[in-house]
């Protein structure tokens, strides 16, 4: 006998609506795969409607706080209580635990919520609660399912039982979710820094700033301080003004890395914590016995782990505070006695600390061994702007390019090219071609259509060294005076 039924399969993507079909013909196993499905429908006689993708109402019920906390923008946890009916099966005591790793596909799985209940009518019972998603009658378990509670004579009979769902059972993206207008974008993830968690909120979210940071704490353990960045990166100091959301104003921080341990004031210096990746790539590229120069070291997430790898390391920032927790950094990790820290800014630390160092490593005599050079300038917004001091810094060019320094400059590009688009803008400052001779590697996505990029070469001879036929025309600038400076040979 037919019927005019309306079926749905519930796929990823997409849904099938079955229209005009006989039960009597239609299969009725749990999972049919699309092309069993296409067949089966042909021979059903069965009109397939494509529809839009959406989740069950009972799916919905379980992740979707009440309506009426839409547009909260203070927090009252109170307001997301609410009671949902689910399936259950009643079990004895003594056999729960030997079936419940047979239903764990299809058992309750919610934050805070027991899967295991009391039966209020029998004590001698346990209600297993069922994924409503998953299971809505008795014959909705798989064969494994039927099976083990066979064998331990659970009876598949489908109970319902009342659910309470309070502000502790939802996650953190389905609270901010139901809160924000309905149709913008949601931001709940942040990056973490030690105690501290960094977020970038847009302009629509800013209402709801206060609540949007108590809940990261509510619903993350280990974070007591929520943070939101209110401008853009200073490219002096390479730090941002931000604003507590919530928790405590404490921004002494402490970060674990490539299993180095690093303390700063994260409202006074730079952190990423999305380079350990690149900070971990660059490092293994160095033996021990090589010198290293840090242009831009910040707190030291390249320059510590170097001179942990008994590497000469010589680490400069601008920024005082910076400079402040590099020096700390280095106590902090024993590699204070390896590591010379500059406070100067990038061109005069090329300028100065940088030729001297190179001056007296790449004339050494020629049967000494001569360990590479690195240069790392991470300073995305600039640092390509600094290749230029590189041009003629070096006199006296000695036989062979082994000992010609290699460095990794860092920066930002919107182009369609990005690799290109690095290495041109390297071209123009060192006035000289780069082509087969480095590498652009991407770093990482910093926003919808902006890359950061790293290029790697070693600096062309032709570049370093000085032109003395054109030594008339450009006399030689003195070497710029050394600022603050603190390392082993220091005073």
């Not at 839409?70 to 399936?87: C, E, N, W």
């Not at 390391?313 to 601008?318: G, H, Q």
């Amino acid at each position: 006998m037919l019927r005019n039924i309306c079926w749905i399969f519930n796929f990823a993507k997409p849904e099938i609506r079955l229209k005009t079909a006989s039960l009597t013909k239609l299969d009725h196993r749990r999972f049919i795969k699309p092309a069993s499905l296409l067949a089966l429908c042909k021979r059903s006689s069965v009109t397939l409607l494509a529809m839009p993708e959406q989740k069950s109402e009972r799916d919905m019920d379980l992740s979707t706080p009440p309506a009426g906390v839409r547009g909260m923008t203070q927090l009252d946890r109170d307001a997301f209580r609410k009671t949902i009916s689910v399936p259950a099966i009643k079990v004895k005591k003594e056999v729960i635990n030997k079936l419940m790793k047979s239903l764990k596909n299809v058992a309750l799985q919610r934050p805070g919520i027991k899967r295991v209940v009391e039966d209020p009518d029998d004590e001698n019972h346990r209600l297993v609660l069922l994924d409503p998603f998953t299971i809505s009658t008795a014959s909705s378990f798989g064969e494994s399912e039927n099976a083990a509670m066979k064998q331990l004579e659970v009876s598949t009979e489908i109970h319902t039982y009342d659910l309470e769902l309070a502000y502790e059972n939802f996650k953190s993206e389905e609270v901010l979710r139901a809160v924000l207008p309905e149709g913008q974008d949601v931001t709940y993830g942040f990056s973490r820094v030690g105690h501290i968690a960094h977020m970038n909120l847009r302009e629509h979210q800013l209402p709801f700033k206060s609540l949007i940071g108590q809940v990261i704490i509510d619903k993350n353990s280990s974070i007591t301080s929520v943070v939101n960045k209110t401008n853009i990166i200073d490219t002096t100091y390479r730090n941002f003004q931000m604003e507590v959301l919530a928790g405590e104003d404490n921004m002494a921080t402490k970060v674990r890395e490539n299993n180095v341990s690093y303390e700063f004031d994260f409202s006074k210096v730079y952190w990423n914590s999305r380079l350990s990746t690149e900070h971990e790539r660059i490092v293994s590229l160095l033996e021990p016995g090589d010198t290293v120069f840090d242009v831009f070291a910040g707190v030291g997430p390249f320059a510590i782990p170097a001179a942990r790898k008994s590497c000469l390391v010589f680490a400069n920032d601008l920024n005082p505070e910076s400079y402040k927790w590099l020096q700390h950094n280095c106590k902090l990790n024993k590699v204070d006695k390896k590591i010379h820290v500059f406070n100067l800014d990038g061109r005069d630390f090329i300028l100065g600390a940088v030729k001297e160092q190179l001056t007296e490593r790449l004339h050494k005599a020629s049967t000494q061994k001569k360990n590479t050079v690195h240069i790392v300038m991470n300073l995305p917004a600039l640092a390509i702007e600094f290749l230029d001091a590189f041009k003629n810094l070096l006199e006296n060019q000695p036989s062979g390019d082994s000992s010609l320094p290699f460095v990794h400059c860092y920066g930002f590009s919107k182009h369609d090219n990005p690799a290109q688009d690095i290495q041109e803008r390297a071209e123009g400052f060192l006035g000289k071609s780069l082509e087969g001779h480095c590498t652009v590697h991407l770093v990482r996505n910093v926003a919808p259509n902006k890359e950061m990029m790293c290029i790697s070469f070693q600096v062309p001879a032709e570049v370093l060294y000085r032109n003395h036929s054109e030594e008339q025309d450009n006399p030689k600038e003195p070497a710029p005076k050394r600022q603050k400076c603190d390392g082993p040979d220091s005073p």
